[in-house]
């Protein structure tokens, strides 16, 4: 598919603030019955495979809450396809949605590295995720939000993206 560069509009920053699914504390609380588990964000990575957890894609930046990290030796030592993308802050890049459309398509398990910002890249996987698929992201001082992908929710993110410029 053919994707374009969107741009996160600043009337739609309020809305992004609030969870898309449940939120959670604890990676334990994680219903993890889903085949896909897509997981965005440095932490939420992290937890999801110290958990013992075998996410099907990782999106990482290696930054958290805007600081820079190093690589977490968990990330670093995940067995999985690595793709690396540009993505600037406030944007969701076609190199992004491609990614995780090849990494989704491919039935393998994917990291991709994010030169720039991975918080949008939720988006991107809630829109290209199949059916029944679970994506965790991180919600900063509260723990994780898990979002249940189904036509509801795939509606609500297309709607989103259409505002994005």
Not at 21 to 48: F, M
């Amino acid at each position: 598919m053919e994707y374009r560069l969107l741009r996160l509009p600043s009337s739609l920053r309020r809305e992004l603030k609030k969870p898309f699914g449940r939120v959670l504390g604890d990676v334990r609380e994680l219903d993890a019955e889903s085949d896909i588990i897509i997981c965005v964000g440095d932490r939420v990575s992290v937890d999801v495979l110290e958990a013992g957890l075998k996410p099907r894609v990782i999106v990482y930046d290696c930054r958290i809450k805007r600081e820079s990290i190093e690589l977490p030796s968990s990330i670093k030592k995940h067995k999985a396809k690595l793709v690396e993308v540009k993505n600037p802050p406030g944007s969701l890049t076609p190199e992004a949605f491609n990614a995780l459309e090849r990494a989704l398509d491919s039935g393998l398990e994917y990291k991709i590295f994010v030169d720039g910002e991975e918080d949008l890249v939720a988006l991107a996987a809630i829109k290209l995720a199949p059916l029944g698929s679970l994506v965790v992201y991180g919600q900063p001082g509260e723990g994780l939000v898990a979002v249940e992908v189904d036509g509801v929710m795939k509606e609500k993110v297309n709607k989103i993206m259409e505002q994005m410029v």
